[in-house]
C-alpha cells in the first residue's frame, strides 16, 4: 500500500511538472478596449490575437504556445494599474500595451517590480523609456522624434503665419505639443497660443472664438481623435477654417467621421504605412479577408508579438530578463512593420516619421495618406 500511494505521489508530480513544461507563455494585451478611444484598444487586441495565431500555427516558439489575456484599460491611469496587477495575478509574463502614454508609465513601475516585460505598440511619451527600467520597449517611435518633424514641417511651410499650439493636458498630448513647439521655436517660430483643454470636454465654442480672434492660420493639436474631430468641425461650423495638424493620436478613420468633410487637408505624422511592407502583405491580407481594415496600431501591435517571441527564442527562455537582455543587445528582427533593433533604453534605432494628409481615397472615403503618394 505504501508503495502504491509513493508511485501515486511520483505520477501527480510528474505530471505536474510536464504540465509546467508545457504550460503557455501568457501575453497580456491591455488598452482602452471600451471607451471612446475603443478604435485603438481594437487594433492593439486584434494584431496581437493574429500574430499569436499565426505563430501557434507554425508550432510555437521553443516548443510552447502562447495565449493570451486581455485587460481593459480604459485609457484610465489608475484602471491600468488594476489591469497591471490583475495580469501579475494571472501568471503575464509578456505584455503587449498599453496604447495611452499616461497608462503605460504607471503600469511599467507594476511590470519592472514583478519581472514582467512590456512592449508598446503606440505608447510614445520619451518617459516610458527614459527612466532606466530594463524591461520596456516600444515597437512605435517617441514624441521627441515625431515632434521634430512636425516643427520643422511647421516652420518651413507656416513661416511667418500665426499658429495655435492646443493639447489635452495628458503625458501623451501635452508631451507631443510640447516637442513639436520646442522644434519649432528652435527653428526661429513663436506660436500666438499655447493652451489645453480637458479629455472628454465637448463644446470648443471659447477656444474657437479665441483663436479666430487671433487670426490663428494653423492649429497644431496635441491629443487624440476625439477633441480634434470636434474641434474641425465646430471651427468649420463657425466658417473658420485654418489649416490643421496632429500626431499619431488621430490615426483612426473615426476621426473623419466625428469631423465629417473639414478633415480634408488635416497633417499629421505617423511612422511609414505598414500595410505597404512587402513582409506585412500576406497579414493584411487576412485582416481585410476577415472584415477588418489594420490601420494605424494594428500592425505595431503584430510585431510586438513578434519582438517577444523573438526575444524568447534567441534567448533560449520564456523569463522576461532573460529576454529583455537579448533584445537590449541590438540584434535586428524581421516583423511586419519592419526591421526592428533596440537600443539601451527599450527604443528602436530605426524609425523615422513621416507626414501625412487626409484626403479622399479612390472610393470618396476621407482618410490618411502619406503626403505626396
Known amino acids: 500500500m505504501k508503495k502504491h500511494l509513493l508511485s501515486s ?20 494585451v491591455m488598452g482602452p478596449l471600451t471607451g471612446p478611444n475603443a478604435a485603438f484598444g481594437a487594433q492593439l487586441q486584434k494584431g496581437a490575437e493574429q500574430a499569436v495565431a499565426d505563430i501557434n500555427a507554425a508550432g510555437g516558439i521553443n516548443g510552447e504556445k502562447l495565449s493570451l489575456e486581455l485587460g481593459d484599460d480604459v485609457s484610465d491611469p489608475k484602471q491600468g494599474v488594476s489591469v497591471a496587477n490583475k495580469f501579475v495575478g494571472e501568471g503575464v509574463t509578456f505584455v503587449v500595451g498599453a496604447f495611452n502614454s499616461g497608462v503605460s508609465i504607471p503600469a511599467s513601475d507594476v511590470f519592472a517590480e514583478n519581472n514582467i516585460l512590456e512592449v508598446t505598440p503606440a505608447s510614445t511619451n520619451p ?3 527614459d527612466r532606466g527600467l530594463t524591461n520596456v520597449f516600444r515597437t512605435c517611435g517617441r514624441d521627441d522624434q515625431q515632434g521634430a518633424v512636425a516643427g520643422k514641417y511647421i516652420a518651413e511651410n507656416f513661416k511667418g503665419k500665426k499658429v495655435a499650439i492646443i493639447h489635452d493636458k495628458t503625458p501623451y498630448g501635452q508631451g507631443l505639443a510640447d516637442e513639436t513647439k520646442k522644434a519649432m521655436n528652435a527653428a526661429g517660430d513663436k506660436e500666438v497660443m499655447y493652451e489645453g483643454v480637458n479629455v472628454g470636454d465637448k463644446d470648443f465654442s471659447a477656444l474657437i472664438s479665441k483663436m479666430k480672434a487671433e487670426k490663428v492660420d494653423l492649429i497644431y493639436w496635441g491629443g487624440l481623435h476625439t477633441e480634434a474631430g470636434l474641434i474641425v468641425r465646430q471651427s468649420a461650423d463657425t466658417s473658420f477654417k485654418p489649416a490643421f495638424m496632429s500626431g499619431d493620436g488621430i490615426t483612426s478613420d473615426e476621426f473623419a467621421t466625428i469631423g465629417g468633410p473639414a478633415v480634408e487637408g488635416t497633417l499629421m505624422t505617423f511612422g511609414p504605412d505598414a500595410t505597404k511592407n512587402p513582409a506585412a502583405a500576406n497579414v493584411v491580407k487576412t485582416f481585410r479577408d476577415a472584415g477588418f481594415n489594420p490601420e494605424a496600431y494594428t500592425l505595431y501591435s503584430y510585431a510586438a508579438v513578434q519582438v517577444i517571441a523573438d526575444g524568447i527564442k534567441n534567448a533560449g527562455s520564456a523569463d522576461p530578463q532573460k529576454v529583455a537582455e537579448v533584445l537590449h543587445a541590438g540584434k535586428s528582427i524581421e516583423t511586419v512593420i519592419g526591421p526592428i533593433a533596440y537600443d539601451e533604453k527599450g527604443d528602436r534605432k530605426d524609425l523615422d516619421y513621416v507626414m501625412y494628409v487626409w484626403k479622399p481615397n479612390a472610393d470618396g472615403k476621407i482618410t490618411y495618406a502619406e503626403l505626396g503618394k
Do not use: P
Open 9 to 28: 505521489a511520483a505520477l501527480v508530480a510528474g505530471l505536474l511538472l510536464s504540465g509546467t513544461a508545457f504550460a503557455d507563455i501568457k501575453i497580456g
Open 127 to 129: 518617459k516610458f523609456t
